[in-house]
């Protein structure tokens, strides 16, 4: 693998690592394995992605998943492009031509037929067979699979089924340790060391938080947010309830609660 020099490292999209997460994804592209990256919302998924891609030197192509992602989408289809027939590339068949990352965010989102298309790029043979045009697309070294999901959205419906999943090694993350997550708020926003500890100590008070029926609590992604509506000069209680309290709920009565709770942190900063 290319060795990365200080340069280019200072071009790379700044990412705080957790632990080992970038090792393992060196050593997943270095041995051509597929990666699938468990997490909650906001936990850093796709910034981590990003700095990856940048980090080894390949190009990245993202594709934000939903309901409506069919097979077509990800491989590509005929189109008429001046009253002729012609064949164009999805996002997938591109990254595999281009020996790109293809990060496929939220992947259970998409429909389960579509994941399909995934298998033989994902097992030893790294393939991807366009069947409307008879071509089986072999992918080069380069070309890394990389594919993430929220599991606290996970249910019968929308989940990875096994003969997916067991062609992927897996990574999972979670929020940073407040170390770690206080110096990405203050990089990523610019405010100062104690603004930024506030709002990560705000942010472990949300987390333990139970008694209210939240689908996600304060992500790192709404705490940076805060961060730079403070930075930009907004007062600190009103940037969290609009980054944060009123971000995470349409409830009233509890984005009332959740307000309580920035002032007891910030106080009416």
Known sequence: MEMTSARHLAEVPYYAAQGDECALFEHAARSRLPLLIKGPTGCGKTRFVEHMAARLRRPLVTVSCHDDLSAADLVGRHLIVGGQTVWSDGPLARAVRSGAVCYLDEVVEARKDTTVVLHPLADDRRVLPIERTG???????????????????????????????????????????????????????????????????????????????????????????????????????????AAIADALTDDGETAGALDEIVRAVVGDR
């Open 135 to 241: 071509e089986l697309l072999a992918a080069p070294p380069e070309f890394m699979l990389v594919i993430s999901y929220n599991p606290g959205y996970q249910n019968l419906l929308k989940g990875l089924k096994p003969s997916t999943r067991q062609r992927f090694v897996a990574l999972t993350m979670g929020y940073p340790v407040p170390e770690v997550e206080r110096t990405i708020v203050a990089a990523e926003s610019g405010v100062d060391t104690a603004t930024a500890a506030r709002l990560v100590q705000l942010a472990q008070a949300l987390r333990r938080l139970t008694e209210h029926d939240l689908e996600e609590t304060a992500s790192t992604r709404l705490l940076v947010m805060a961060a730079r509506l403070v930075a930009s000069g907004m007062g600190e209680r009103a940037a969290c309830r």
